[in-house]
Every structure is written in structure tokens, then in C-alpha cells.
């Protein structure tokens, strides 16, 4: 099986797999679901995601990005999807 790289531009020029993305988002997914259970409503839901949009804006306004804060903006790009689908799958 072939993968799909989709260059980051913004980064360095470094390419980030999707299918890395795909996996580490489910494995987000399925650490936070174990550790907090499914949203207990929209409210919620919302609140969790506007938390790990505000978190990745934080870094993109940020200036003098160094390679740390890349990886802890790539790591918030995670867990921002990661609740996304879980409001997705579980308030929709």
C-alpha cells in the first residue's frame, strides 16, 4: 500500500504522513475517551474543542517558533481533531 504525503509548507518543508496523522488522531481519540468518557453534551463538546482551537491559535499567532513548539503545534493539531470526531460520532 501506497502512502499519501501531504508536505506541511509552513514547517521547515518537512512532510507529515496522513495516515501518521489518521493514526495518532485515533489513538488521541481513544486515550481521552478512556480517561474522560464521551461528551456529555454540545456544550461540552464545544468547549473541549474551542480549548484545542485556542491552544494551536496560540502558536500560530506566536513568533520565534522553534522545533519545540512545531511538535506541540502538531500535537494540538492532533487533539483538536481528535475532538472534533469525537463530537462528530458522538453528539451528531
Not at 461528551?39 to 480549548?51: Q, S
Not at 491552544?55 to 481533531?81: D, M, P, Y
Request: include cysteine; glycine fraction near 6%; aromatic fraction near 10%.
Amino acid at each position: 500500500m501506497s502512502k499519501t504525503v501531504v508536505p506541511i509548507g509552513a514547517m521547515s518543508g518537512q512532510m507529515f504522513l496522513c495516515e501518521d496523522f489518521a493514526s495518532k488522531m485515533l489513538q488521541e481519540y481513544l486515550r481521552a475517551r478512556s480517561t474522560f468518557g464521551p461528551f456529555d453534551n454540545g456544550h461540552e463538546g464545544l468547549a473541549v474543542i474551542w480549548e484545542e482551537f485556542e491552544e494551536l491559535k496560540s502558536f500560530v499567532f506566536g513568533k520565534n517558533q522553534t522545533q519545540e513548539q512545531i511538535e506541540n503545534a502538531r500535537k494540538e493539531c492532533v487533539q483538536l481533531a481528535a475532538m472534533a470526531m469525537a463530537f462528530a460520532v458522538e453528539l451528531l
